[in-house]
């Protein structure tokens, strides 16, 4: 059976880049708040990650530097990989915002079948099914507003005092709920691509950039479609 190029290195790699910064990122995150009315967790898990860099206000102010820097970090890796694959970045940001007439079938129907069990056949779609354009959507949107008010709250932590910025209160809770929205949508994407069985074959093309050309058609009709002969050759043959 014959195999389809789906993702350059560069995209596996700035796909597991991205997911390892929102780890450290997330958990980092959750560490500083230090306000039991807010943090999701409760105070256990700050003061366990505050205990584990020194405790107290010393291990709050490391869990913080690493925050920032693995911040600056990722949206540096992201930079690096627009620069060495700009039409892979355009071919995505493309992909994820063009929206087809079936497209909001295929998401009704979808969740009919996974939840109820009821739901007609599915329409044909293209490179991103239409749940995965909501996800991608949602974490350049939130991913874009978590670095704009990210760099008003380390601006404001460096180099000016909180109160000579207007837009420090706005930026935090935006930062919070910029967070919970890409959150929400990762327990959904975490699901779809590493436990259900069905996406299997998506799963494992992120570690070797292929799929299966049998899959690709069943589950990405519109865009095996679009390819040119030259495009299907299996990358794995001689
Ligand atoms: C354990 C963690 C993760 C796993 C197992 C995972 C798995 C995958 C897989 C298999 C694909 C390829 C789907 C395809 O080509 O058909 C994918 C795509 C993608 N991933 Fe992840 N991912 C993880 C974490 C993340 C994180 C943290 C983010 C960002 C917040 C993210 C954002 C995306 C985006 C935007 C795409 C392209 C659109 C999509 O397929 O939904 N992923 N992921």
Redesign the pocket.
């Known amino acids: 059976m014959r195999n389809l190029k ?2 350059d290195t560069s995209d596996i790699l700035i ?1 597991w880049f ?2 390892a910064s ?2 450290v990122l997330l958990i980092t995150g959750l560490g500083l708040i230090k306000n039991d009315r807010l943090n999701p967790l409760g105070a256990w898990f700050p003061d366990a990650l505050r205990a584990l860099f020194g405790g107290g206000s010393a291990g709050g102010a490391v869990l913080l530097v690493i925050h920032e820097v693995a911040g600056v970090l990722w949206v540096l890796g992201i930079l690096a990989y627009v620069l060495v694959n700009a039409r892979g970045a355009k071919f ?1 940001l493309k992909e ?1 915002f063009s929206v087809r007439p079936g497209d909001f079938l295929w998401l009704i129907r979808k969740m009919g079948r996974m939840t109820l069990g009821i739901g007609g056949e599915l329409p044909p779609q293209g490179y ?1 099914n239409m ?3 909501a ?2 959507q949602a ?2 949107a939130g ?1 874009a507003a978590i670095v704009l008010t990210g760099a008003v709250l380390l601006l404001s932590d460096k180099m000016l005092p909180a109160s000579a910025t207007v837009f420090v209160g706005w930026a935090v809770t935006l930062h919070y709920l910029a967070v919970g929205l ?1 959150f929400a ?2 327990l959904v ?2 699901y ?3 436990i259900s069985p069905e ?1 299997k074959p ?2 494992r ?2 570690f070797t950039g292929v ?1 299966p050309e049998d899959y690709a058609r069943h ?2 009709g519109i865009w095996v479609e679009s390819l040119g002969e030259g495009d299907k050759a299996d990358p794995g043959a001689p």
């Open positions: 789906r993702h796909h991205n997911a929102w780890l995505f994820i991103y749940g995965q354009k996800f991608a974490s350049v991913g890409v949508g990762l994407h975490i779809m691509a590493a996406e998506g799963f093309s992120m799929v589950h990405h």
